[in-house]
């Protein structure tokens, strides 16, 4: 069983939908969870942390944990062009160590 | 210069050549981290220094030779390597290991490397 898991896409959606990221996790006791996007030909970069159950909002990213069920979610929002990119999943805290552990990360497509 | 730099950002090397990725942060992080990013294939950590030490090594081959002189600056040393080392190599860094509370990592723009 992978440790952080990702359906690697493409998801598409047309412009201003709400594009749904899922992401399952192995470990129960993992603590932090972050989402890292990362446009092609260039470096991830954080875009979300949640540590919580329930929802975080920033602008139009909503983050959602579940902790029980072990899956974080990112909802964008009015989905804009400028969104296409991969989304990568990050969880801390697997297996009681510090480490980060990535999904292989979804690939986002938000068409005019 | 800002964030994390490295370079150089394209590489084609034979199996039997020696080549260097090098690494440079200007945030003033304490932590620095060498990724290999593969098609399909989550981020795989490859080494982590903290204020210079070697934390971590996550059963890299030998052929892979990290260095870290200094707070600001990483290495990696590439020998005798193999068509299937072809990957994106990321260099992140961050205030503290793993990212410390935050989980954040300051990734540069990767070295793209190909092994003929």
């Known amino acids: 069983q992978k440790e952080v898991e990702q359906n690697s896409g493409p998801l598409s959606v047309p412009e201003g939908a709400i594009a749904s990221l899922n992401c399952t996790y192995s470990?129960?006791?993992?603590?932090?969870f972050f989402w890292y996007r990362q446009y092609s030909g260039k470096s991830p970069e954080l875009i979300m942390s949640i540590y919580s159950n329930g929802d975080k909002e920033d602008g139009r990213f909503t983050a959602q944990l579940n902790k029980a069920s072990q899956y974080v979610s990112l909802l964008i929002r009015d989905s804009q062009p400028s969104d296409s990119a991969t989304y990568l999943c990050a969880v801390m805290g697997t297996y009681n160590t510090d480490k980060l552990i990535f999904g292989t990360g979804t690939r986002l497509q938000v068409f005019p | 210069e800002t964030g994390v730099t490295q370079t150089p950002r394209h590489l084609v090397m034979g199996m039997t050549n020696k080549k260097s990725l090098k690494c440079e942060q200007h945030l003033g992080h304490n932590a620095m981290y060498w990724y290999k990013q593969s098609a399909k294939k989550p981020l795989e950590l490859m080494f982590v220094?903290?204020?210079?030490?070697?934390?971590e090594n996550n059963s890299v081959p030998s052929r892979f030779s990290p260095e870290c002189p200094n707070s600001s600056h990483l290495f990696l040393h590439l020998h005798t390597l193999q068509p299937e080392d072809s990957a994106l190599y990321l260099c992140?860094?961050?205030?503290?290991?793993?990212?410390?509370?935050?989980?954040?990592?300051?990734f540069g723009e990767g070295s793209r490397l190909t092994v003929l």
């Open positions: 470990d129960r006791v993992s603590q932090s």
């Open positions: 992140a860094s961050s205030q503290d290991s793993h990212g410390g509370r935050t989980g954040e990592l300051f």
């Open positions: 220094y903290s204020l210079e030490e070697r934390v």
